[in-house]
């Protein structure tokens, strides 16, 4: 038996959860998900809690038994919690503004980059070096904060770029004359 997959999802009391087949759909004070999980899983709720079940003990089902227990709970987490992540932009004229759906970052190129905002996410900046990404679903705050970064990535002589607020960025020594 999977060691995540076993695990019951307790469900918050501002959570609602309604199955339908093997469609979830969550709700919550932070917005509403749906997801439709795999053909070997399934899932009851009782009373309070959510239990992920499986068709099988080959390799695909207790995969898939664990990945849909971990999915449904990030569901559950995000309507009632929410996600954060943060970035921190360093350089010198380096700076990020909200300006409508989108996120103006000027990272030291010839032009503005525009990101266009997905829905139900929600993006602040700080001081016009940090950039707060916020949203019930894990996947899209962590995609939105990754894509945000790969404009500049950190580089490693004088550490400019967009990195994440924990990230350590190795520096790396620059040439010297001899």
Not at 100 to 110: E, F, I, P, R
């Amino acid at each position: 038996m999977s060691r995540i997959g076993k695990q019951p999802i307790v469900i918050p009391p501002k959570v609602k959860v309604n199955l339908n087949g093997r469609k979830v759909s969550v709700e919550g004070p932070k917005g509403k998900l749906n997801l439709e999980v795999h053909r070997r899983t399934n899932l009851k709720v009782e009373g309070d809690k959510i239990m992920v079940g499986r068709d099988g003990d080959d390799a695909e089902a207790k995969a898939m038994h664990g990945l849909s227990r971990a999915l449904v709970n990030n569901m559950v987490k995000g309507v009632s919690e929410g996600f954060v992540k943060r970035l921190g932009i360093q350089g010198v004229g380096f700076k990020a503004a909200v300006q409508g759906k989108n996120v103006n970052l000027s990272l030291g190129y010839s032009h503005p980059l525009l990101y266009p905002i997905p829905d139900q996410i929600k993006v602040t900046v700080e001081e016009n070096v940090r950039v707060i990404i916020e949203g019930p679903d894990k996947a899209m705050v962590g995609r939105v904060a990754a894509e945000i970064r790969s404009f500049y990535p950190p580089e490693p002589y004088k550490g400019k770029g967009v990195r994440y607020s924990d990230e350590k960025v190795v520096r790396k020594e620059g040439k010297t004359v001899q």
